[in-house]
């Protein structure tokens, strides 16, 4: 085959290396060595300030209260979509990760426009004003950050819930004693464990999470460790030394945990599928369970995706800010103002668009190659690639870039591609190469190995086998794949934020300086275009994955 | 087997890194072309801290002017330093406009920049805002005083201390200084000259006062009426506001305040000057400081009339020398931060 062989694997490891790997030793090589000798009085340095330790607190303190507030949305939400009748309605899965694929800092400002203090809720509500001092705190921030992150966990506890359902429930139900022991006793030690890698994750991706914390935790004074990684880097004085300390301590506590959902992801992992398909038994809920079913959608919709994209549309309609929610007072001149010809809002919107598409382009061939190569990864050295290849979902952003500038400023390299636009490529690249790898990946699992087989005794040429057989059959995971990296480039911040060269903003990055320097409003338009894209691109994908018959993917 | 796959790495390794250094030079040579040719394809790199139109604004005038194409990197005062600092080891920049002369001031002392004495127009210039030896001009300038919301205030404040009155609990913000070169200069001038100013800064902090992000974030918070007043506004983007309609005022307290000058400087390792310089008297020229009035900024050229806005005689001052002031700011800066956060 093609993708096999040493060539291919050296080949592999050093596109992932180069790109993925060396900027982390640039992190390490920056923070341990000074003039050449090993130094560790920066570590002690970090180690030594107080703000440090109060980070770390802030950091973990809000990690673990997000898994809280994610498990109390999402849990009751995985039961009604497999449990009630609700089970029946597809379409909820895809409004249900909209808040997931709304990029976070726009999520959290519309929040912050809607309940400060002559906010729009108390525009509409003037008798609420009390909420506004009890909604700036670590209370609103946890809600603003799980309601973003809770589709994730959703999903994950749905899809073993529906797993359970099979088999085991019917086992259950011959042998079994009463229904509640069949729960107690079987779902929930099944459940537990894909809830705790599921929490675990939650828990990294919260502290590798910026948006929020910059926008929201800012105003409460609430510093985590991406935000002090990004005031170091981008505040007067700057203290890049500081920065990569952080940004490796940060690296450290990530790949602790990271370690720790491996062991439990290996102990505890138990073989669900089996040979029955799930089958749906026709669902009879008793009508208080249906009203409640509904009315807890409806309030975690109204939440997630009502208040913070009424604020948006609002704010973006709006003609005197100051005149708040008036008949009269809204117009389309934020929209004309960024359509009329060459705008900032408009180029920067496009710019988005042309990194995230070539980004999608790249990856996808990038994560072909390496999905291939991996195939279910039983040797070591596919085992290897895999690894490295899923680095970036362990590593927070923000150290990737930090790690990326170190690297490209170096001055022993002869060129740099620091300050071009390559260089905004080639970050979004590596922060989301594992997406095509995974959905690449799971496509080419469900390729059963016997058309391999009967693909080599036909004798066609090995290129022929790819070109006709198992890219076509791939076609779809491809796609799914490029197609989330394109929605998750076009909202990524802080990459965007450190490493633009000049002249050149993104869709994120103009949104989040006009709310610095500039005007809100046309800001605000930039942002629904965006969401509004990126829910088109989501009903494709999930169009795209129903077709393919494959929507775990 | 191990020796030979470590070799096949080492070799591919080799490879790619002469593909990008490839790449890379090819990069270099075509911006060593560029320099050699015509004016007309020549490529500025300019970093400003600039009212965003405003700085929109000139770089499309020079555009037409001169023919030369710039390359621009807006962010705040705190931004372009850090930036500036982080590409220390391969600097793009030509010219930098900063918020804060201190600032300026800092770098000339540090010898990241260059001298241009025979600036077109340079005697025109405002003395005060500017360096003597022509390393940085100041070219615009900005009144900080107290924006506030003409809807929710139903009394005018007169002076820094009113905000440390009961009435203004919790509807007080300042720019972040950190982010803000306008803020910090403000906290700087207003700590040497007011002999109060730490305790009124302290009575501030108990009345609620909040630390609200970049310029624009304070006074958008006053806009919307999250908060009543914004201590140390920029008085330019307060008069824009209210140019669109929004409610809101600026007043200057009687006791004097800030005025914070924005200045312009040719970078050390520049790699354009003569485009640089023409960047520099385009925005001396009358018709640069024409510009700058037009956003409702003071001109460093006091024979350019101001409109809608108050003159710079007509805003009480507190006396404040720039010259090597950075360190003291520096101090001020870090026992803000540590009073705040």
Not at chain 1, 368 to 393: H, N, R, W
Not at chain 1, 439 to 452: A, E, G, R, V
Not at chain 2, 188 to 210: H, P, R, S
Request: hydrophobic share 45%; aromatic share 12%.
């Amino acid at each position: 085959m093609i993708m096999e062989g040493r060539l291919t694997f050296g080949f592999l490891l050093t596109i992932v290396v180069t790109f993925a790997i060396a900027p982390l030793i640039a992190i390490l090589g920056y923070t341990f060595l000074k003039d050449g000798q090993f130094d560790i009085s920066q570590i002690n340095r970090m180690l030594e300030a107080e703000r440090v330790w109060r980070t770390l607190g802030n950091s973990m303190l809000l990690g673990v209260l997000v898994i809280v507030g994610t498990t109390i949305i999402a849990f009751p939400m995985a039961l009604i979509r497999t449990k009630t009748s609700l089970y029946r309605y597809d379409w909820l899965d895809i409004i249900l990760t909209i808040p997931f694929m709304t990029p976070p800092y726009i999520g959290s400002m519309g929040w912050i426009l809607f309940m400060q203090h002559n906010g729009f809720l108390q525009q509409l509500f003037p008798s609420s004003a009390w909420l506004t001092k009890t909604f700036f705190s670590l209370f609103g921030m946890v809600m603003i950050m799980s309601l973003h992150l809770f589709p994730f966990l959703c999903l994950m506890l749905k899809n073993t819930l529906l797993r359970i359902n099979g088999s085991f429930l019917d086992a259950a139900l011959i042998f079994g004693r009463s229904p509640w022991r069949n729960w107690t006793k079987i779902v929930l030690p099944l459940v537990v464990s894909s809830y705790v890698l599921g929490s675990l994750l939650i828990f990294i991706k919260t502290l590798a999470e910026f948006g929020t914390p910059a926008t929201f935790g800012s105003r409460i004074g609430f510093q985590v460790f991406t935000t002090e990684i990004h005031t170091y880097l981008s505040r007067w004085p700057v203290d890049i030394s500081m920065a990569t300390s952080l940004s490796l301590f940060l690296l450290s506590v990530c790949l602790v945990i990271w370690y720790i959902q491996n062991l439990i992801g290996r102990k505890h992992t138990y073989g669900v599928l089996s040979g029955k398909t799930p089958a749906m038994r026709e669902v009879r809920d008793k009508w208080y369970i249906k009203l409640g079913s509904w009315m807890f959608v409806g309030v975690v919709l109204l939440l997630s995706i009502g208040i913070p994209y009424f604020s948006i549309v609002v704010t973006s309609l709006q003609k005197v800010r100051g005149n708040g929610l008036q008949a009269g007072n809204f117009s389309f001149a934020s929209y004309q103002e960024m359509f009329t010809g060459g705008s900032a809002g408009l180029s920067a919107f496009l710019n988005s668009v042309m990194f995230s598409v070539i980004t999608a382009v790249v990856t996808a061939i990038i994560g072909l190659c390496i999905a291939l190569y991996i195939k279910k990864g039983e040797t070591k050295k596919q085992q290897v690639l895999d690894f490295f290849s899923l680095m970036p979902t362990i590593v927070p952003g923000i150290v990737f870039v930090v790690g990326l500038i170190m690297f490209w400023n170096a001055p022993w390299l002869p060129a740099t591609i620091y300050n071009t636009k390559t260089m905004v490529v080639v970050t979004y690249c590596i922060l989301f190469l594992p997406y095509s790898v995974q959905y690449t990946k799971s496509s080419l699992s469900q390729i059963d190995s016997s058309i391999f087989q009967s693909a080599a005794i036909f004798g066609r040429s090995k290129w022929d086998v790819y070109r006709q057989i198992i890219i076509p059959l791939l076609m779809q995971g491809i796609l799914a794949g490029m197609m989330m990296t394109f929605i998750i480039s076009m909202r990524e911040l802080v990459a965007g934020l450190l490493i633009l060269p000049p002249s050149v903003e993104t869709g994120a990055t103009f949104i989040y300086s006009q709310f610095e320097q500039g005007n809100v409003g046309v800001g605000m338009a930039v942002a629904v275009i965006t969401v509004v894209m990126t829910v088109i691109f989501m009903f494709l994908l999930g169009w795209l994955q129903k077709r393919g018959g494959h929507e775990n993917a | 087997m191990k020796r030979r796959g470590l070799k096949l790495f080492a070799t591919a390794g080799i490879l790619l890194t002469l593909a990008l250094a490839g790449c890379g030079n090819k990069e270099v040579e075509k911006t060593e072309k560029v320099s050699a040719q015509p004016k007309e394809e020549q490529i500025l790199t300019v970093y400003s801290a600039g009212p965003d139109g405003l700085a929109a604004n000139i770089q499309q005038a020079f555009e037409e002017k001169t023919g030369i194409k710039v390359e621009m990197f807006q962010g705040t005062t705190g931004k372009i330093l850090s930036r500036l600092e982080a590409e220390k080891n391969n600097p793009v920049a030509d010219v930098v406009v900063l918020a804060s002369v201190a600032s300026m001031d800092g770098l000339k002392e540090t010898s990241q920049l260059q001298s241009y004495q025979d600036a077109k127009q340079a005697e025109k210039i405002n003395s005060d805002w500017s360096d003597a030896e022509g390393y940085y001009y100041g070219y615009s300038a900005s009144a900080l005083g107290i924006a506030y919301n003409t809807k929710n205030t139903q009394e005018v404040p007169t002076d820094w201390s009113d905000l440390a009155k009961e009435q203004w609990q919790n509807k007080i913000n300042i720019p972040d200084p950190s982010l803000s070169g306008s803020a910090v200069d403000f906290l700087y001038g207003y700590a040497l000259a007011e002999k109060n100013a730490w305790k009124t800064m302290g009575l501030w902090k108990n009345n609620g006062l909040q630390v609200n992000g970049a310029n624009k974030e304070a006074l958008d918070a006053v806009i919307t009426g999250d908060k009543n007043a914004t201590i140390a506004g920029v008085d330019y983007m307060a008069y824009k506001a209210k140019a669109d309609g929004e409610p809101v005022e600026i007043m200057y307290p009687k006791s004097g305040t800030v005025v914070s000058p924005r200045a312009v400087g040719i970078l050390k390792d520049a790699k354009h000057i003569e485009a640089a310089k023409e960047y520099v008297d385009f925005l001396l020229s009358d018709e640069g400081q024409k510009l700058v009035t037009d956003a409702y900024l003071l001109p460093g050229n006091k024979e350019i009339p101001v409109k809608n806005r108050a003159a710079l005689d007509e805003v009480p001052q507190l006396t404040v020398n720039w010259k090597g002031a950075e360190a003291d700011q520096l101090e001020i800066l870090t026992k803000f931060n540590d009073m705040f956060r």
